[in-house]
């Protein structure tokens, strides 16, 4: 999949290329990250700034608009309706505890976990399912991804010279 990516913006300047992995549901900032460091050499500190904020964009619009979205695609289409309801029933499931028992800190760890379905995009919708309001939920989501930041950088620059070292590349 991040082959996919590196091919299809192969074309633009890497701190973009970056940026644009970053937003997207399929990157974010776990794929962005190694991408920018390992592929395009964009010195760590700058590819997680460059994988926050691309990361962080379409959280605002998301927070801002998902509501009014997934109303109007559900009152418009069935399937639309099944799937959300069907989404929003297991995050329901997944989080309540959590949610109910730790608030926004529940969301901001939840974010922070580099796992696949733990990101900002997930975070979003979860606080868009509990209820949360958005200034808050914003706040939360920033800081898991920075936390997630943190950790993928430290994996991916730990990793990378684990590599190098396991095949005496200087």
Known sequence: MMKTLIDIFQSLPSPLATFLIAMLPVGELRGAIPVAILVYKIPWPLAMVIAIAGNMLPVY????????????????????????????????????????KYGYWALAIFVAIPLPATGAWTGAMAAFVFGLPEKKSFLAILLGVCLAAIIVTLVTIGGNAAVMKLFLIK
């Open 61 to 100: 619009f998301l927070l801002l608009f998902f509501e009014a979205v997934t109303n109007w695609l559900m009152q418009r289409f069935h399937w639309a309706k099944r799937l959300f309801d069907w989404l929003f029933e297991r995050t329901r499931r997944k989080l309540n505890k959590q949610v109910k």
